[in-house]
């Protein structure tokens, strides 16, 4: 079964740092761009950023309020993509999803999502 | 304010046809044949059902289509169903590398 499964969501205080990761089973891994894409409780989605595979030069890149602070990482041997989150700020608050883009359905599509992970900043 | 403009909710009813519209820039919907449209349900991720404008994933209802003039995109739904009610979200792919979603679109089947 193609499946993505978020974790390491929670409360942190503003200024905080946090890791996110997103375990992948039921694809090849290592042929996938994958993304992040987030959404604040009652809002609309917003995508924080991607990294390609290897084989595209493994290279991100992130959405402008996260540049600086979000670092996205892959590591093909465990199936496993993370997202480093740093100098948090309240208005990060949302759930995240990891995402596959472009997976079987053409270039930039997002086709399979994890359940996503809850991150709240808050003091 | 979102980088995409969609309406921000649309109804219709049983059997009818509606349209979502999804307009953005020269910088993405226009330059670029990467729009995809997502339906979320409460509480749920959202499922891929239109990409690169007018393409439907295997197993999405031919019910649903898609299509692209200029800097707008649009998404129809016709012989509306109850289950169809849902969010319905447009994205592109961008200039630098980015993708931008729509503000999302709450569709209510009367």
């Known amino acids: 079964e193609v499946q993505l499964v978020e974790s390491g969501g929670g409360l942190v205080e503003p200024g905080g740092s946090l890791r996110l990761s997103c375990a992948a089973s039921g694809f090849t891994f290592t042929n996938v761009w994958m993304s992040w894409v987030r959404q604040a409780p009652g809002k609309g989605l917003e995508w924080v950023g991607r990294?390609?595979?290897?084989?595209?030069?493994?290279?991100?890149d992130y959405a402008a309020p996260v540049t600086g602070r979000f670092t996205i990482s892959k590591d093909d041997s465990r199936n496993t993509l993370y997202l480093q989150m740093n100098s948090l700020k309240i208005e990060d608050t949302a759930v995240y999803f990891c995402?596959?883009?472009?997976?079987?359905?053409?270039?930039?599509?997002?086709?399979?999502w994890g359940q996503g992970t809850m991150v709240t900043v808050s003091s | 304010q979102s980088a995409l403009t969609q309406p921000a909710s649309v109804s219709g009813s049983p059997g009818q046809s509606i349209t979502i519209s999804c307009t953005g820039t020269s910088s993405d919907v226009g330059t670029y044949n990467y729009v995809s449209w997502y339906q979320q349900h409460p509480g749920k991720a959202p499922k891929l059902m239109i990409y690169?404008?007018?393409n439907r994933p295997s197993g999405v209802s031919n019910r649903f289509s898609g299509s692209k003039s200029g800097n707008t995109a649009s998404l129809t739904i016709s012989g509306l169903q109850a289950e169809d009610e849902a969010d319905y979200y447009c994205n592109s792919y961008a200039s630098s590398s980015r993708v931008v979603f729509g503000g999302g679109t709450k569709l209510t089947v009367l």
């Open positions: 690169a404008v007018s």
């Open positions: 990294i390609r595979r290897k084989s595209d030069g493994g290279t991100t």
């Open positions: 995402v596959t883009e472009g997976y079987g359905y053409g270039h930039h599509s997002f086709h399979i």
